[in-house]
Structure formats: C-alpha cells, structure tokens
C-alpha cells in the first residue's frame, strides 16, 4: 500500500491545484492502510499525478541524454560542498566511496523497488549521510518543474542551466530551442523501520507546523509503504563546519549566530524545543552566509512528559526542599569518594536526548521540566567552539564525563548551585576541578595561545569585539536555565546586530544572452 503524505493543503501544478487535504495523520495509521484510502479519496497524491505530466516535458524540449550532463555537470561543481544531513552522530563516507560501493547501490535500488512511484518523481544520486536513526540520499526531483515550490529559497537566482562547458560544446549540437532546466536536488530521507510509529509521526507534525519559518528546513512531502517511510526535503548546499570555522572571524561568526539564532526563534515561538543543537545540523554555507535547521527526529513539543522541577520553583522553596534532603545532609558531613554498591534511592526518569558534548547541564543533572533554554546552552557551545577554535570543545563519553568537563569550566562552587536548583548534589574531589573555575576570557586565550603575557609578541588581551562576543557567550552557557538568554532576546543582543554584506545589493541586471535564453 503506497502512500503519500503533503505538507501543504493544496499544491500548484502547472497553473492547476491538485486537491489535498489538510494534514493530519494518527499514529495508528502508520501500521494501518486507512491512510491511503482517505488520501484516494481526497485527492491526487504527487505520485500519481506524475504521469499526467511526462508530455509537458516533452513540450519543453526535454532531452534524457542532455539531462543527465546537467545533472553530472551540477553534481560536480556541487561535490566539494557535500555533506550530511543525519541524525544522532552520522558518519558521512567519501564520494568516490559512495560512487563504487556496491552495498550502498544495492539499497539505492532496493528503496526504489519498495517505492513503486517513487522512481517516476526522482532520480537517486548517492547516499550522504548515514545516522542511527535514519539515512539520507541525494536526489534529483524529476518533476520539480511541474509544480509551484514555495519551499525553494533559491528558486530566483537558479532558473535555468549556465552556458555548456566547452569540453561538452560537442555534445550540445542537437539541444532544443528551449532552454534547458537546472536540475534539482532533494534529500531523501529514510527512516529505520526501528522507529516507533510515534516518532516518526512527531517528526513530521513539527516539519508542517514549521512550515514557512525562516531558516528551517521545510517539509516537501512524505510517502509510506507498509512499514517503510521516505520523508522528502530540500537539499541545501552547505560546507562542512570543520573545514571553515578555524578561519571565521568576530564578523563571521555574527552572520553564523545570528541566522542560527533566527531558525531557533522561529522553532521555540511555536513552542518546540529541537533537543539537538549542534554544527551538523545547522547546514551552513559561508559563500552565502545562510544556514538552514534541520534534523527534528529528537525534537518535541515543549511540556511533553514534564513535571514540576525545583528550577522554576521560589528560591525560598528551593532552600526549605534542599535542605530536608538526606543527600544534603550526608554532604555537609563530608564527602564520601566513589559511589554507593547498595544505592535505595529512586531514580529520576527525565529525557536525557540529545548529542554529547552539547547537552545542558539541566539534561545531565535529569531536569523533569526542560525547556526549550537547553538549545541555548547548544548554540552557546557552537559559539565556544568557534571562539576557541577547538572542535569537539566537550568530548566526553558518558553524563558522569560531562559534568567533570563543564565543572573544569564553572568551577565546584556554582556547579554544586546549578545542582542544587533541580534537586541534585554535586561534589568532586577532583584536583584539578578549582572552587571558582575559570572565565571564558581566560579559556579564549589559552586556546588561541595568547596567555603567555605577550612575550611572542602577540598581544594576550581580547580585542572589544572579543569581549562583547564573550559577554553574549555567558548569557548562552549560564548554569541557570531560567536566566539563560532567550532566542528572541539573543537576536536583540549588540553581538548579533550585523547586516550581512551584499544584503541589500539589487539584484543584478540580466545581459542580452540571458535575456535570450528567457
């Protein structure tokens, strides 16, 4: 049973509305067949109307073999900025590895197989990214032409092809009268049969509530097949955050927060905490200095599952409820080494998703009410990693690891306080954990090897944009969710007040052989 599933009530085709029904699917009808006879009954999916359109492609001097040298052509100048778009911590394989790898060929053609339509609207490519909960492949939207794509930022400026390489002039003898379209490209994103049914219906209620949001990555459409689901979204060109942020500058790195900053106020206004802030999610491209928010597969509403936790609670109460506890009382009789073999205590259930190294304390210490302040403290470490040039900043392997390496920052003191506000002790007898930490200047220099007071001659102060980005830097990573920096305050912020250059250039005027071509 094939089904298809739409973001958009209703889609454009060739100046026509295809019919479509609002959406709204429940979470039985991803192990059910319902779905498909309410869609058929509502209206043409996608998919089906595809081959109503294959003679307007005729009409428009579609030719195969031209075709895929548009294609190849694209896919080359496009190859060195190819990276993924995955869940959890996905491993992204060479191209040259993806072009031969028989196995990866294999499950191209047997998704292919599972889909039967899904042949005639795209073409795969290759494989890009490959998580624990998903793998994604690059496609190329066949019938993109066909349809009006309001999800495409780029469709202004990438209309039609650019001149034929001279290499190829050979080839071009028999093209048409009409020019020859650009291809395009989608990710396809194919969700593990691993997943629960709600997760994958979460997923795809969050991308069409985001629907229209500014520098999130948008819905197209998603099909299912039994108990296989391809969620269809658009393929941004980005480069890979480990290859150009050691060169990013101050100017850079407000252009890169600041539109990291406005995908996340556009996500927590609709009241969704994303849960996994981190630079492979954020695809980025410094050329046009846009990024776009992807990757909802652990995101979820804010409220979901919460209980009441001593972090919004009065300071008073806090106080009274601390210090009633026995855990309290055991601590201020001295602190006992290691951990107890026989430990009667309950443990808290909290969500604790999300990427290591990236986590908020309030995750780590298993908040029953987090909020959507756990992304901030994600960015903030974004923006740490940039500041200080190291990557991975936090690079630790358990919660226990974690809370050691962000102690090394804040200190025993206010890590014991960040504890106390959700209900939790903390104490280390660490050596090298001090009372007092140390502050982000301080930790800014020593990375950038200007903490030797200047003898090689480099200077061993911050310069005052420097300082300015610190100061925002502390109103992300505060140990306290409830004071931590909103999004829409963050945009607000001096650090994030920048234009971008060429923002508000006009557009630039068409010579006389566009003009031709158009």
Known sequence: MFTQVSSHPAREQNGHTMAKRSFHIHEDDLGVEHLAEDQEQDGKTRSQTESQS??????????????????????????????????????????????????????????????????????????????????????????????????????????????????????????????????????????????????????????????????????????RESDQVLIILPYFRHQDFRKYYPK???????????????????????????????????????????????????????????????????????????????????????????????????????????????????VLFKCTEQTTKIDIWSAGVILLTILCKRFPFFNSADDIEAMIEIATIFGNKRMKLAGQLHGCMFDSTIPTISSQGFSFEKIMLWSTCRSDGGRDGTANTLAPEEKEAIEFLSRCMDLDPTRRISAEDALRHPFLQVEVDGETEPEPELDAEEVMML
């Open 54 to 223: 294959q003679t307007l492609c005729a009409d428009d001097g579609y030719d195969e073999h031209e075709h895929d040298e548009d294609v190849e052509r694209e896919a080359e100048d496009e190859e060195n900025d190819d990276h993924d778009d995955r869940d959890g911590d996905a491993s992204e394989s060479s191209d040259d590895d993806e072009s031969i790898d028989v196995s990866v060929q294999q499950d191209m053609e047997k998704l292919q197989h599972t889909f039967p339509h899904f042949r005639d609207g795209y073409r795969l490519i290759k494989r890009i990214g490959e998580g624990t909960f998903s793998t994604v492949y690059k496609a190329e939207d066949i019938r993109y032409h066909d349809y009006v794509n309001r999800w495409d930022i780029d469709a202004d400026d990438s209309q039609w092809t650019p001149p034929p390489l001279k290499s190829s002039a050979s080839h071009m003898n028999h093209t048409s009268r009409h020019p020859r379209r650009k291809p395009k490209f989608v990710a396809i994103k194919k969700i593990y049969v691993t997943s629960s049914p709600a997760r994958i219906l979460n997923e795809l209620e969050l991308l069409h509530d985001l629907r229209d949001s500014p520098s999130v990555c948008p819905l197209i459409t998603a099909f």
């Open 248 to 362: 990013m500058n101050i100017y850079d790195t407000r252009v890169y927060l600041r539109s990291l900053f406005t995908a996340l106020a556009a996500v927590h206004a609709r009241g969704i905490v994303h849960r996994d802030i981190k630079p492979t999610n954020f695809l980025y491209d410094p050329d046009k200095k846009r990024g776009v928010l992807v990757d909802f597969g652990l995101a979820e509403r804010e409220g979901t599952d919460s209980k009441p936790c001593l972090c919004h609670e009065d300071r008073q109460v806090r106080k009274q409820r601390l210090q009633q506890s026995v855990a309290y009382n055991s601590i201020q009789s001295g602190p006992q080494p290691g951990y107890p073999k026989q430990d009667t205590r309950p443990s808290r259930r909290a969500n604790r998703a999300g990427t290591r190294g990236f986590r908020a304390p309030e």
